[in-house]
């Protein structure tokens, strides 16, 4: 079975902090790999998607980075804001049907 | 463009009793999906469908059932509602766009049972 670690479960930091988010999965073998954001009670929101062949894809303030061989992927954010605090999940795809998920991070930005 | 929507947003059940939790996407996707998220648990695969007519089994699947009688409509079943599936539910679908199948999420079902 596949597993999908995101190491830490929680984080904390002071507003304007550059941050890096961890996403590691066993199996190398990815079809492509997808960043969410989650606020308290609510669905994921698609932050990025990087597929197999790519190394890294950008959004605004957010850089998702993509190392199969070592079966790891970093979410980037700079110049983080109160407003970014949420829980962040990787998603890891091997086929269509097969999503496993990271149980998360939890970021707290404080003013 | 509403995306994909959930009804309802919440329910609570008694042991044993059922109940169907709809989904619905108007972006004329392929596949679609139901999770359950479980504190420490992450989001696991209840089943998903492939297409009009189709369903699957995916991690999690036994004590639900799934009909995908319209493309754009996706159903899970509780028969017996059991304590153990107590959750929050969601929905997803996806395409296989260029950049492989991006999946886009429901606003959730909270569910509780008693």
């Known amino acids: 079975k596949q597993e999908v670690t995101q190491i830490p479960a929680a984080l904390s930091v002071p507003e304007g902090e550059n941050l890096v988010l961890n996403c590691s999965f066993t199996?190398?073998?990815?079809?492509?790999l997808q960043w969410f954001r989650q606020d308290p009670g609510k669905g994921l929101t698609s932050l990025l998607l990087i597929q197999s062949s790519q190394r890294e894809q950008t959004s605004g303030r957010l850089n998702a980075s993509l190392d199969k061989s070592s079966g790891r992927s970093t979410l980037y954010i700079a110049a983080s804001q109160p407003g970014d605090s949420a829980t962040y999940l990787c998603a890891v795809l091997y086929n269509f049907n097969k999503f496993y998920f990271g149980s998360g991070t939890k970021l707290n930005v404080k003013p | 463009n509403a995306g994909v929507t959930q009804t309802p947003k919440f329910r609570v059940l008694k042991t044993g009793q059922s109940m169907t939790l709809l989904c619905a996407q108007d972006?004329?996707?392929?596949?679609m999906y139901w999770y359950r998220q479980d504190p420490g648990m992450g989001l696991r695969l209840i089943h998903y469908s492939v297409g009009e007519g189709t369903t699957a089994k995916g991690e999690v699947p036994d004590g639900y059932n799934v009909s995908r009688l319209k493309k754009q409509n996706f159903l899970l079943g509780l028969e017996s509602a059991a304590p153990s599936q107590t959750s929050v539910y969601f929905c997803a679908s996806s395409w296989t766009s260029g950049i492989g199948y991006e999946q886009y999420f429901g606003p959730g079902t909270r569910l509780t049972v008693t």
């Open positions: 199996d190398s073998a990815i079809y492509n």
């Open positions: 972006m004329n996707h392929e596949y």
